[in-house]
């Protein structure tokens, strides 16, 4: 293959990359999710404020008054209360960090077996 028929590949490659390729786009709107849900559970202390588990992949916002699933419908998705929680600056009085485990636990049985001793 001629250098030339190689820069021309990559050109192609480029412009499919640039213009409309799926995975490119899905890589990026994964990392912008994945960073928004970073930054506002850093905002909230970054670990679970019942257990301290602070793997990310573990832990999510929830709505301390417990009507966490209303709000969540309300607001078309945690994406949304993400970057809703953002763009009001991190409100701190309804919301705190839990992981899935004690998240569940408490919307199932109103407390977590944590806090059962
Ligand atoms: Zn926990
Ligand atoms: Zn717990």
């Known amino acids: 293959m001629s250098s030339e028929e190689k820069s021309k590949i990559l050109e192609t490659k480029r412009n499919n990359y640039r213009h409309g390729d799926k995975t490119y786009h899905a890589a990026r709107t994964k ?3 994945v960073k928004l849900k ?3 559970i850093k905002a909230y202390g970054g670990c679970c404020s019942c257990c301290e588990e602070d793997h990310p992949d573990f832990l ?3 709505h301390v ?3 966490g699933n209303v709000h969540r ?3 078309k998705g945690t994406q949304n209360l993400y970057r809703m929680l953002r763009d009001a600056g991190y409100p701190k009085d309804d919301y705190t960090v839990l992981c899935f485990n004690c998240n569940i636990a ?3 049985f109103g407390t977590c077996p944590h806090q059962r001793t």
Do not use: C, P
Request: charged share 45%; hydrophobic share 30%.
């Open 31 to 33: 990392r912008y999710r």
């Open 38 to 40: 970073m930054d506002v």
């Open 60 to 62: 999510t916002v929830d």
């Open 65 to 67: 008054k417990n009507d």
């Open 73 to 75: 419908r309300t607001l």
């Open 106 to 108: 408490r919307s199932l």
